[in-house]
């Protein structure tokens, strides 16, 4: 079956570093693979879209990066600041005619001063 | 409103009772979806809704659980004779969807609780 693979375990980092998290998938072939933000009580918040023939796409202090042959996205905040604190969720969809898109399981991000 | 609404934002039952959400999508939003969200987990896939198509059920957990949308706007999702297990926060979204991988927009859910 289908699986996403988020790092379970909390990542904390220092203000002013650089947050890496992981999106691994299997026996899956996403044409698209979307990063949320959600902050606790509410619902996710769209963040980037990158697809399959996109290596790596960036929005302001956001970098994703997608891997097909190793089935893997790397998300990255630099110069990360408190306020980047939330759970990052990896999403993916693929080419069907009524494909539905899926989540991983979130990584809580923290981000000390 | 500009965004998902969901209602009740908060919903207490009794073991046993049957409980309805609610969702009204953005306007225009031709893809419906909702999702559980336990504690402290990512988001479970339940159902799809995209247009006129059938739905995709193959989310739903249990023959209790039911959704239906109407005049392909609002949806509601029915829990029939909830159970302790169903406590969660139920979340909707809806998207353009004029190419599927369009980005989904999200209600602030709806947490069910269970006694």
């Known amino acids: 079956s289908q699986k996403i693979e988020q790092n379970s375990e909390a990542l904390n980092i220092q203000e002013g570093k650089t947050a890496t998290l992981t999106c691994n998938y299997t026996?899956?072939?996403?044409?698209?693979l979307q990063w949320y933000r959600q902050d606790p009580g509410r619902g996710p918040v769209f963040l980037l879209l990158?697809?399959?023939?996109?290596k790596e796409k960036r929005k302001e202090r956001l970098k994703v990066t997608f891997d097909t042959t190793l089935k893997q996205s790397l998300f990255h905040i630099t110069a990360s600041q408190p306020a980047d604190s939330a759970t990052y969720l990896c999403a993916l969809w693929r080419y069907s005619s009524a494909s539905k898109i899926i989540f991983g399981s979130g990584t809580r991000l923290s981000i000390r001063p | 409103g500009a965004g998902v609404s969901q209602s009740p934002s908060n919903k207490v039952t009794e073991k046993g009772k049957d409980v309805e959400l609610r969702c009204d999508p953005i306007?225009?939003?031709?893809?419906l979806y909702w999702y559980r969200q336990s504690l402290g987990q990512g988001l479970e896939f339940l159902i799809y809704f995209q247009g006129n198509s059938a739905p995709d059920k193959s989310g739903l957990p249990s023959d209790r659980f039911s959704a239906e949308r109407t005049g392909g706007s609002v949806s509601t999702l029915t829990i029939q004779r909830t159970q302790q297990e169903d406590s969660a926060v139920y979340l909707c979204a809806s998207s353009l969807a004029r190419v599927a991988n369009e980005k989904l927009f999200f209600g602030s859910g709806t947490q069910l609780s269970v006694l």
């Open positions: 306007s225009g939003h031709t893809a």
């Open positions: 990158i697809r399959e023939n996109e």
């Open positions: 026996n899956y072939s996403p044409a698209y």
